[in-house]
């Protein structure tokens, strides 16, 4: 268990940098998930950490210590990869016994500790099998054991959920959140799943393109996304993006004229162009409200039912926004969404305080 300090991690090919200038203070015993799609930089990261790739710049502390000189088996971390290679003429229990062994525990140490982890991942019953005769979601629990065993100063997760069905990944994810918090491990989890980023970490970081976007935990990130980015990024289905136009106290979204009043961002230049973002949930029935705001007529044809809501869509001027309304709607409904829960951003797509 410890703090960590990454300052300015770089990781740069000849047609470009996979990962800029990556700088983050992890408190001891935090969980912060990295979220971004594929291709943003996240395995680079955690490579970099782990010492199985080389820096281009930057430095790595963990409890004080500066690591990013040391080998690989020298830094007190572990990794566990979306791939989750066990030794498949191994039983479970020497699987997860085995970076013990290599580091010389004596058996009576090595069989408490073993038993120790396999009641937190709850795979005590599987000890004797072999891989092979394992779930997916049980050797995904084997292989965290087995990282988990040695108790690291840093634990790294490269998307371990990915290779396992819907249902399986909910329980894993649960053991890995309530495995984190009982041990108190510094974990560093990275994923292209916006709902793993939501729900598990104490802190996350959008990443794109190399290079970061926000640091907030998940509800903030949510709520007040610090650009279009993170905007369409987290959220399924993501914000809807119009482009606006500043006219006195209104501003004009295709055919319509808001009046803003108060909320009008005070950075945005009469005239100027700017971005509005509405949350596809921030729509209610504008016949039951007299409130000011975005107004969509729903296309009837486009309703999905889901049962607990219905997704619609609908267009303001040329664009097609994305509408969640509770329940199921009648088919003529117009929505609304209310001026206060619009979002703002510059033509930089820079979130507009507050
Ligand atoms: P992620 O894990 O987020 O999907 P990666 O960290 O694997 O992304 O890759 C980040 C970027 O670095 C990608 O654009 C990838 O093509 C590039 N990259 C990774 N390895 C190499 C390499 N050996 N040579 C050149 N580019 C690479
Ligand atoms: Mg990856």
Do not use: W
Not at 145 to 158: H, N, T
Request: overall charge neutral.
């Amino acid at each position: 268990m410890a703090d960590v300090r990454l300052a300015g991690l770089t990781r740069r090919y000849e047609d470009g940098a996979a990962l800029e200038d990556f700088t983050l203070d992890l408190d001891d015993g935090e969980l912060v998930v990295v979220v971004g799609p594929s291709g943003c930089g996240k395995s680079t990261l955690l490579r970099l950490i782990a010492g199985l790739d080389e820096m281009s710049g930057g430095q790595i502390h963990i409890g004080g210590r500066r690591v990013d000189g040391l080998a690989p088996q020298d830094r007190d971390v572990a990794m566990v990869f979306q791939s989750y290679a066990l030794y498949p003429h191994m039983t479970v229990r020497r699987n997860v016994e085995f970076p013990l062994r290599m580091r010389g525990v004596a058996k009576a140490a090595r069989r408490g500790r073993v038993e120790e982890v396999a009641t937190l991942l709850e795979i005590e019953a599987l000890l004797e099998r072999k891989p092979g005769a394992l779930s997916g979601g049980q050797r995904q629990r084997v292989a965290l054991a087995r990282a988990l065993v040695r108790e690291p100063a840093l634990f790294l997760l490269d998307e371990p959920l990915s290779n396992l069905d819907a249902r399986l990944r909910t329980s894993v994810r649960r053991h890995i959140r309530d495995v984190q918090r009982r041990l108190g491990v510094t974990t560093l989890y990275v994923t292209h799943d916006q709902t793993e980023a939501m729900t598990l970490g104490h802190r996350i970081v959008v990443l794109d393109r190399g290079r970061t976007q926000m640091v907030a935990p998940p509800l903030e990130a949510y709520a007040r996304p610090a650009n279009t980015f993170v905007a369409t990024f987290l959220g399924s289905p993501g914000m809807n993006l119009l482009p606006a136009r500043r006219q006195g106290g209104a501003i004009a979204i295709g055919d319509q004229r808001i009046e803003l009043g108060d909320h009008m961002p005070a950075r945005c230049a009469d005239g100027g162009a700017l971005t509005v973002g509405v949350r596809p949930e921030a729509f209610v029935p504008s016949n039951d409200t007299v409130a000011v705001g975005l107004r969509v007529d729903a296309d009837p044809a486009s309703a999905e039912p889901l049962g607990a809501e219905t997704m619609l869509t609908g267009n303001v001027g040329r664009e097609t926004v994305v509408i969640r309304a509770a329940g199921t709607p009648a088919a003529e409904t117009s929505f609304v969404a209310p001026r206060e829960i619009l979002h703002f951003f510059d033509a930089g797509g820079r979130r507009f305080s507050p």
